[in-house]
Nanobody, 122 residues
Framework: QVQVVESGGGLVQAGGSLRLSCATS????????MGWFRQAPGKERMFVAA????????YYADSVKGRFTISRDNAKNTVYLQMNSLKPEDTAVYYC???????????????WGQGTQVTVSS
């Protein structure tokens, strides 16, 4: 059974930091890029960041560039999203997903986690 499980969400004040983790199991994700997306209430699911299988290439939405950092540890089957200088507009459910396609498009992702809530208070 394929599992993609996010953790690390919570409540933080504006300007604070959180680190999200995404653990995968149940199959091999060799060759898969991993991405983070977020969805605020009443809004579409949006791309946040992605990382290639090797970790050598990363992608970021303009809204998080310079504040968020994506990384991965393939030996641990885990992807991370370090979020600094958080803003109230970062409040959303954050999802982790895996793809062998172009990593920025939501529709290209095959495996999704259940999400973790991030709430940033002003």
């Amino acid at each position: 059974q394929v599992q993609v499980v996010e953790s690390g969400g919570g409540l933080v004040q504006a300007g604070g930091s959180l680190r999200l983790s995404c653990a995968t199991s149940g199959r091999t994700f060799i060759g898969y890029a991993m991405g983070w997306f977020r969805q605020a209430p009443g809004k579409e699911r949006m791309f946040v960041a992605a990382i290639s299988w090797s970790g050598g290439t990363t992608y970021y939405a303009d809204s998080v560039k310079g504040r968020f950092t994506i990384s991965r540890d393939n030996a641990k089957n885990t992807v991370y999203l370090q979020m600094n200088s958080l803003k109230p507009e970062d409040t959303a459910v954050y999802y982790c997903a895996a793809t062998k396609g172009a990593p920025i498009r939501v529709g290209n992702y095959d495996y999704w986690g259940q999400g973790t809530q991030v709430t940033v208070s002003s």
